[in-house]
């Protein structure tokens, strides 16, 4: 960490050191503007970091984002990042059981070995042929929509004209999607598995007539032209680490342990008051990038905050000393888990979580998606571990609103998670809890993470992953050229509460720093 020079003004002042903030400061630096990033906590990353969250355990967890799919390309190469993603072998397996009898559904890259799949979990040809329909339609839309997320915002109409696919723009951007995934698809399991990517930390139902589950599933699908997620190698945390060692390189000053808690302007100028163990300063900018919510940018800058947020989701890591078999004897677990294992994800399951958590009580059957990443890359593991067979697995609960939790967190987050757990043994040949392995003071390694946890621990409001509703990709009344902009000309919103923000990306920090270089 650098102290800030207390007597220098620089050209821009980042609020927050999560990658957002980084891909900006990285840009602005080497674009030769004076930087200087404030971070709260005593690390940079935000929720994009590796740790290892068990006593005595040389495991690197991507702790809370875990994959990568709409990181642009250009920012890797634009910025020299010695940073690299590896493609999973399977996209998904979903187990089941039909007719008593364990079975599951196989996604993967090998054309045979799906359709084989489907068929033989369905009876026939009919949903795959269904399946290459819908991806083939969600492919087109993704190659003309991911490379705008770096171009100024296109007009609403701009965006349809690029698509250029008038069933698609219906199935996406004007009906809720749950019309689109019922019209392809008969299979309920199959529907179901559609329908996950449009509720990851968005709690919604298939028909919401807001569609902010059509906009989840649009940037879900949309990455790299393709939709692919990839697992960061070396986890999360090598991605910031990059970035925090490209900025530093150029020339910003990192200052870690500042807590930003006011920012004055006059359009023009700005000062941000930081808070120190040591006591406060200010800091002088000509602009300010503010990469936290926009309930933070609010409280800063004195302005009335926007509505609340609410994230919805459980996130799990585990360490294992051996991956569970499981029941259906054709699959292979290294191959089931390498991609997103679906639990409790059947079309109806789903809607039947939403109703759950919608009456204000916990799903029955809560859903969730498990990968292991250490099969696709083990070297978040010493060779020690990673020869002794251990692995990592991230859990994504679904369905699992922050209003649940405000009673009593500690309580119902536990329940939770033995009742998430119960759904994957339902379909192992073994209870998990055997295979969980053990830290140095003899406890099982497993830990969870609600959305008021992530609210205390990174301050994500209502622990909303996406710190508010996600955005359509296109300009509307009020979003600015950038999608960054906001009452003041020299203040920036650069974090995922920016238009076109969310998941991994950098695209809010790289739009924020070409949003202040165009302003000269």
Not at 173 to 181: L, M, R, S, T
Request: with cysteine; glycine share 10%.
């Amino acid at each position: 960490m650098t102290p800030p020079r207390a007597s220098r003004a620089y050209d821009a002042v980042i609020v927050g050191g999560g990658h957002n903030g980084l891909v900006a400061a990285a840009y602005l630096a080497r674009a030769g503007r004076s930087v200087l990033v404030l971070e709260r906590l005593g690390h940079t990353g935000g929720a994009a970091v590796s740790t290892r969250p068990f006593a005595g355990v040389d495991a690197r967890l991507s702790r809370y984002s875990y994959l990568v799919s709409l990181l642009p390309p250009k920012i890797v190469r634009d910025l020299g990042l010695d940073f690299r993603v590896r493609a999973r072998t399977v996209s998904s397996y979903t187990p089941a059981e039909r007719h008593g009898r364990p079975t599951g559904l196989l996604v993967g890259w090998d054309e045979r070995r799906t359709r084989e799949s489907f068929a033989a979990l369905t009876g026939s040809d009919r949903e795959y042929a269904a399946w290459q329909r819908f991806y083939g339609m969600t492919g087109h839309v993704a190659r003309r929509v991911f490379p705008t997320l770096t171009e100024p915002l296109p007009a609403r109409e701009e965006l349809r004209r690029r698509i250029d696919d008038e069933d698609a723009w219906r199935a996406l951007f004007e009906e809720p999607v749950g019309v689109a995934i019922e019209e392809h698809f008969a299979d309920d399991l199959v529907r179901g598995v559609a329908l996950t990517d449009a509720l990851i930390g968005t709690f919604a139902d298939a028909h919401d007539p807001t569609l902010r589950q059509n906009r989840c599933f649009l940037y879900h699908v949309i990455g790299g032209g393709t939709g692919a997620w990839d697992v960061p190698v070396g986890g999360m945390g090598a991605l910031t680490d990059a970035l925090a060692g490209a900025a530093r390189a150029a020339g910003a000053v990192l200052a870690t342990g500042y807590e930003a808690v006011r920012v004055d302007t006059d359009g023009t100028t700005a000062e941000v008051t930081y808070r120190t163990a040591d006591g406060e300063g200010v800091a002088a900018a000509r602009h300010v990038l503010v990469n936290a919510a926009p309930r933070e940018l609010a409280a800063l800058t004195g302005q009335a905050p926007p509505p609340p947020a609410e994230g919805a989701q459980l996130k799990v890591n585990m360490l294992l000393k051996r991956l569970p078999k499981l029941r259906d004897p054709a699959a292979d677990p290294r191959e089931a888990f390498a991609g997103t294992f679906h639990i409790a994800e059947g079309y109806e399951q789903l809607a039947a979580a939403y109703a759950d958590a919608a009456a204000g009580e916990p799903p029955a059957a809560p859903p969730s998606e498990i990968y292991c990443h250490s099969l696709t890359d083990p070297t978040i593991l010493v060779p020690d571990l990673a020869g002794r067979g251990l692995h990592t697995l991230t859990l994504f609960g679904l369905h699992t609103p922050a209003r649940l939790f405000a009673h009593d967190n500690d309580a119902v987050r536990d329940d939770l998670l033995k009742a998430t757990l119960a759904q994957l043994d339902a379909h192992l040949a073994e209870p998990l809890a055997d295979c969980l392995a053990t830290d140095a003071d003899g406890r099982p390694c497993i830990e969870a993470r609600s959305p008021l946890d992530l609210e205390r621990d990174l301050r994500l409001p209502g622990g909303n992953i996406f710190h508010r509703e996600l955005s359509w990709p296109h300009a509307a009344e009020g979003t600015g050229r950038w999608g960054v902009e906001t009452g003041q000309p020299n203040v920036l919103l650069c974090g995922a509460g920016a238009v076109r923000g969310g998941g991994v990306s950098g695209v809010p920090g790289h739009n924020a720093a070409m949003a202040v270089l165009e302003q000269g």
